[in-house]
């Protein structure tokens, strides 16, 4: 009883952690939604792809599909919470994994490299210097945010990886129990066979005199 309680807990926490993660998705997604509806009304926007450039609005696309791919993730590991299968956990760990190293990256890019922004394509929609100019005006609650972000991103990676755990080892209790044979006697006789009366029978073969007068005395033989 206390196992499955204690995965029902880390379940509930990471199903929490997951919707933490869905919030942040869904606000770069509105985020860039927001920016792309802007451009249009403005006439700014311009999709002519080009093998030879990146479209003019890479920015916001990139938005895009950052909280595409969050979101993602995100549903992931509420189906992987929800069912507490091994191989969701499995899959939504990997995923997670690969999120965290590429922002780690990217984090790393922006901060020991001070010339970044030449190695990006041009935005012609401004949206990257104006971003970037608010959250330099704003740094110290981004800084904040930023945290919060990786340590909720690390929690529901460890959680993952402890319920992975969890239900690997309840596999090898399970698959330990069959390993003996158990033999079970039925409490009730399944032929049914019918139930015969005992009766006294002497070394001779002949029944005994009680069970003969029983007898007369049930058919009335006794009576002349």
């Known amino acids: 009883m206390r196992p499955s309680l204690c995965r029902s807990c880390l379940a509930s926490l990471l199903k929490l952690l997951v919707f933490l993660q869905t919030f942040v998705g869904v606000s770069v997604l509105v985020y860039s939604a927001w920016i792309l509806s802007y451009l249009k009304r403005h006439g700014d926007i311009d999709f002519d792809f080009d ?9 916001v696309c990139a ?3 950052f909280g595409i791919l969050v979101c993602l993730i995100a549903f992931t590991g509420h189906v992987a919470a929800e069912v507490i299968s091994g191989c969701c956990l499995c899959f939504y760990a990997v ?8 922002e780690a990256a ?3 890019d ?3 490299n001070k010339h970044w922004e030449d190695d990006l394509p041009h935005d012609s929609t401004g949206e990257l210097k104006r971003l970037r100019a608010f959250i330099e005006d704003n740094i110290d609650i981004f800084k904040w945010v930023g945290i919060t972000v990786v340590v909720v991103q690390a929690l529901s990676l460890l959680l993952s990886v402890v319920l992975r755990a969890m239900v690997s080892k309840r596999r090898l209790d399970y698959d330990s129990d069959d390993d003996f044979l158990v033999i079970r ?3 009730i006789n399944p032929e049914g066979g019918p139930t015969y009366v005992a009766t006294a029978v002497d070394s ?5 005199d009680f069970w003969s007068s029983r007898m007369r005395q049930k058919y009335g033989l006794n009576q002349n």
């Not at 093998?51 to 920015?59: G, H, I, N, Q, S």
């Not at 995923?95 to 590429?102: A, F, K, Q």
């Open 185 to 187: 006697r039925p409490l």
């Open 110 to 112: 922006v901060v020991f």
């Open 106 to 108: 990217l984090v790393a």
């Open 204 to 208: 001779t073969g002949h029944h005994s």
């Open 95 to 102: 995923l997670t994994t690969i999120l965290v190293l590429l």
């Open 51 to 59: 093998l030879d450039k990146v479209p003019a609005p890479w920015f």
């Open 63 to 65: 938005l895009m599909g």
